[in-house]
């Protein structure tokens, strides 16, 4: 048999589909494969060697090293990700929206964008949208699924990459992807007035052939757990800090020491204080967590 390589799109009752020679094949694992580390457990976006059963069926033998791993929703090889929040409806909460940011840098994905949706709905101007992680070196898209106006750009951020779209519930992730190509369809849900939420309307992480790329349509979350990540390494996930370097003490938590440059940033302004009180909470978060 001839070993073909391919991507995995999606994982369903435990049959995988792959995309291989320009078609889906329905794969199983093979058995050795099943026994193997547990860390390399299928995933979508998974690169793997399989050999052909029939035109439509084959075995996998072999899961590629990923280049990244995203952990919640598990997504591999990403090449972005776009951090989706609502300008309104539910309000993006500073808290909320750092954690996912955090979670992102934590991905080892180079490119990180945030989105915001539902501008049709913000009464501010619309360059104040989530201005603070804008100053923080993000690019910011804001846009409207509804009216379809920012499109063209989030579009052309997509064409030819491999993008998980990522956020809370209710942020009109599934709307946003139906805005840009009405053929997927895919379920959305209002936002419940009771909790001020959005419903989760997607069940599992997929791969979508998008543009010369893929989109990833994710489960929907209203809070993510901070894994894996040392109090000591948050601080390289706000990327602003590093303007700040010239603390008094190194290394330096930015959280209690004096003649700390990052926090004399966030007192005078320079800073965001909703970027510095996010920091500190999580910072105390994952402080908790190791006692």
């Known amino acids: 048999m001839v070993t073909e390589h391919g991507r995995i799109l999606k994982v369903y009752n435990n049959v995988l589909h792959v995309a291989a020679e320009g078609r889906v094949i329905l794969c199983k694992l093979r058995g050795r494969v099943k026994k193997g580390?547990?860390?390399?457990?299928?995933?979508?976006?998974?690169?793997?060697?399989?050999?052909r059963i029939t035109a439509e069926e084959g075995v996998i033998e072999r899961i590629e090293?990923?280049?990244?791993?995203l952990q919640r929703p598990r997504v591999a090889n990403l090449t972005q990700i776009v951090v989706t929040v609502a300008a309104v409806a539910p309000d993006p909460h500073p808290l909320v929206v750092s954690r996912f940011l955090?979670?992102?840098?934590?991905?080892?994905?180079?490119k990180i964008v945030l989105c915001v949706n539902k501008m049709d709905l913000y009464a501010g101007a619309p360059e104040d949208a989530l201005a603070p992680y804008e100053a923080a070196g993000y690019p910011v898209l804001r846009v409207s699924a509804e009216q379809g106006t920012g499109l063209d750009e989030l579009r052309g951020r997509l064409a030819g990459?491999?993008?998980v779209f990522a956020g809370p519930s209710g942020?009109?992730?599934?709307?946003?992807?139906?805005?840009?190509?009405p053929s997927l369809a895919?379920?959305?849900g209002a936002v419940s007035e009771k909790i001020g939420r959005g419903r989760h309307t997607t069940r599992?992480?997929?791969l979508i052939p998008f543009a010369g790329g893929y989109v990833v349509d994710t489960p929907g979350f209203t809070q993510q757990e901070l894994t894996d990540l040392a109090p000591e390494e948050l601080a390289a996930c706000f990327p602003e800090f590093a303007r700040h370097a010239s603390c008094r003490f190194a290394p330096c938590s930015h959280s209690h020491e004096p003649?700390?440059?990052?926090?004399?940033?966030?007192?005078?302004?320079?800073?965001?204080?909703?970027?510095?009180?996010?920091?500190i909470a999580l910072l105390d978060e994952l402080r908790t967590k190791r006692k």
Not at 171 to 181: F, I, R, W
């Open 186 to 188: 895919l379920l959305t």
């Open 259 to 279: 003649a700390c440059a990052v926090k004399e940033a966030a007192e005078t302004g320079e800073l965001p204080r909703e970027r510095y009180d996010a920091y």
């Open 37 to 51: 580390r547990s860390d390399l457990t299928p995933v979508p976006g998974d690169i793997v060697s399989l050999e």
């Open 161 to 163: 990459e491999i993008t």
């Open 204 to 206: 599992r992480a997929e």
């Open 65 to 69: 090293a990923r280049a990244n791993l």
């Open 102 to 110: 955090v979670l992102a840098e934590c991905s080892g994905v180079k």
């Open 171 to 181: 942020a009109g992730k599934s709307s946003l992807l139906n805005a840009l190509d």
